[in-house]
């Protein structure tokens, strides 16, 4: 499975307003929903809050990884945010985030979440990945940057 089959144009997000983390969250699920990616986004939400609790999804150098398994969620579903100004998340090395991929599955899904979360921390290992990202203009784009980095 590549990221890049994984992660459709219509869920990448290069125009969030959000100012927080919780903001964010709505903002991402009501338009999830909108899309048919989520049948419960309040069910999500609260999944998402138990999962922040637990530990900070911001991973550091401004990126973020929020995932959960939710009843709220009826497939597996990748999206990546890229709010207009970085968001504060409380990530490791406590600086805001730009780049949030979110993974959302159906409760019980085993261990796909760590494979996806595997190949997109992979792949965020590397600055010139991050920043490619950032400049990116369209979903495009970032889908063409993410091909290119899988085929390295």
Known sequence: ????????????????????KQSLFQDALQRLHARGHVSEPATVLLDLEVRENIMSTGIGQGVAIPHAQSEGVPATHLSLWRPRKPVEFEAMDEQPVDLIFMILGPRGIGNEHVKILAKISRLLHGSEFRERLRRAASPAEILATIRDFEAR
């Open 1 to 20: 499975m590549l990221l890049s089959e994984l992660l459709k144009a219509d869920s990448i997000h290069l125009d969030l307003t959000s100012t927080d």
